[in-house]
């Protein structure tokens, strides 16, 4: 077996055994749990597409998940619109903020690109947190919206009795953003982006328009981000600014990179797989004794990882399959 027969046989398993888990996970608890899980995988990758390959770090991405939900919400509640085609609108709402943030933002380096990206995130969440309506449009401010269960949930209406259809869109929607991913990381925007992300100026003497295709990366990952946005609208049926548009959000989104292993394909699901229990459990269990301590583990976690793992924590395990990988590759050649 060739070594890239091995990688797609694993991939193929990985796959199938996220597709068959509902058989053994058949508690709604645990099954949110899990929709949970690849639902910040997902965030996380789609941040990671202007997070990891642009070389920049945006820290204000949980407004576009808010724009997502807001936008699909509206049009439902006030239009009769389907959330499947206000989530479409979110997504390319979302992009064109972006890439309005992007265009003065993104000829600022390290700190500085940061914070502006924090101002702007905070901005739209104030604004809209104090905003009962928008012309026609009923934001209510800081009660959020609510969404009516309906009396005969359909696809159509983006709502379900159960959990079950809840983890296969999310599950399909992951799969398709690492597919994404993936192509974008081995074609020439991937490379432009990794030149213009590591050294921008040299990649500008190239000829390589570096500011153009950090402006693709950004709008394609707010599009990607404002989808998360109609999900978790639908899968919670109830939103408000602070907890959906909140720092606590974008800096989850980020920290979850960072540790995973920013710029890889694999890191986002693997910083959400191994912290997103992490942050529930020490929610469940500590947060009556300490308040906030989730966030200071979180913190220390980063730390360690930026100290002794810089590349996150996909490095040492990918050097461990690779490892693993060769043996098992030299045993079939040998048989």
């Not at 058949?26 to 690849?38: M, R």
């Amino acid at each position: 077996m060739s070594r890239k027969q091995l990688d797609r046989t694993l991939l193929v398993l990985a796959g199938l055994v996220a597709f068959a888990l509902p058989l053994v996970v058949t508690s709604p608890t645990y099954l949110q749990i899990l929709i949970l899980l690849f639902f910040y995988a997902y965030l996380t990758t789609s941040w990671n597409l202007v997070g990891g390959f642009a070389g920049v770090l945006p820290l204000g991405h949980s407004v576009f998940v808010g724009i997502g939900a807001y936008a699909s919400s509206i049009l439902t509640l006030q239009y009769g619109i389907s959330p499947w085609i206000g989530m479409l609108v979110g997504g390319l709402l979302a992009a064109l903020i972006g890439i309005i943030i992007g265009l003065p933002t993104f000829r600022m380096r390290g700190a500085y690109f940061c914070l502006c990206t924090i101002a702007f995130a905070e901005g739209i969440r104030v604004m809209i947190e104090n905003i009962d309506t928008l012309g026609p449009l009923r934001i209510n401010g800081p009660r959020g919206l609510l969404i009516p269960l309906l009396k005969e949930p359909s696809f159509w209406d983006y709502q379900f009795i159960s959990k079950l259809p809840y983890y296969y869109i999310i599950l399909t929607l992951l799969i398709l953003v690492l597919g994404l991913t993936w192509f974008i990381s081995r074609s020439k925007i991937g490379y432009y982006l990794a030149a213009g992300g590591e050294e921008p100026e040299a990649a500008a003497a190239l000829g390589i328009n570096v500011a153009n295709y950090k402006l693709f990366a950004m709008a394609m990952s707010c599009f990607l981000t404002a989808l998360a946005g109609t999900f978790y609208a639908q899968l919670m049926l109830y939103f408000y600014p602070k907890g959906l548009m909140g720092l606590d959000l974008s800096f989850e989104i980020a920290f979850i990179a960072l540790i995973g292993g920013r710029g890889t394909i694999a890191g986002p699901v693997i910083g959400a797989l191994l912290l997103r229990p992490l942050n529930e459990f020490t929610r469940i269990y500590l947060s009556d004794m300490l308040p906030g301590l989730h966030g200071v583990i979180f913190g220390l976690i980063l730390i360690l990882v930026m100290l002794y793992l810089p590349k996150g924590l996909t490095a040492p395990l990918a050097a461990i399959y690779d490892r693993l990988a060769r043996k098992i590759t030299v045993q079939g050649d040998a048989q």
